[in-house]
């Protein structure tokens, strides 16, 4: 029902930046939440951003608030994450993920199970 497709990914050494895009299909794009997500080697997929439908609203983890701007272009069908100041423990499978929910609250769009589909992820690697 709604395919997302990201892309910008790449190596940068610390402290550079870098650019991802989620380009979206299927329904209409501006009754979706969007979330990113990241995923480390070893480690649990978790919340780094999100912005509600409008594009007014945007919430961010803790590790990444002031360095990330996560935004949309609804007429594009696209979500961004610019990401500056990149550090190593930034390295990860970057996914971008759309969600129907009713409320932009951190109680739900933080949690995975919020999301109705889901991106096949771009690879982010910072070198020290």
């Known amino acids: 029902q709604v395919q997302l497709v990201e892309s910008g990914g790449g190596l940068v050494q610390a402290g550079g930046s870098l650019r991802l895009s989620c380009v979206a299909s299927g329904r209409t794009f501006s009754n979706y939440v969007m979330g990113w997500f990241r995923q480390a080697p070893g480690k649990e997929r978790g919340f780094v951003a999100a912005v509600s439908w409008s594009g007014g609203s945007t919430y961010y983890s803790d590790s990444v608030k002031d360095r990330f701007t996560v935004s949309r272009d609804n007429a594009k069908n696209t979500v961004y994450l610019q990401m500056n100041s990149l550090r190593p423990e930034d390295t990860a499978v970057y996914y971008c993920?759309?969600?129907?929910?009713?409320?932009?609250?951190?109680?739900?769009?933080?949690?995975?199970?919020?999301?109705?589909?889901w991106g096949q992820g771009t690879q982010v690697t910072v070198s020290s």
């Open positions: 993920a759309a969600g129907s929910q009713q409320y932009f609250s951190s109680a739900y769009i933080t949690r995975l199970g919020e999301y109705d589909y």
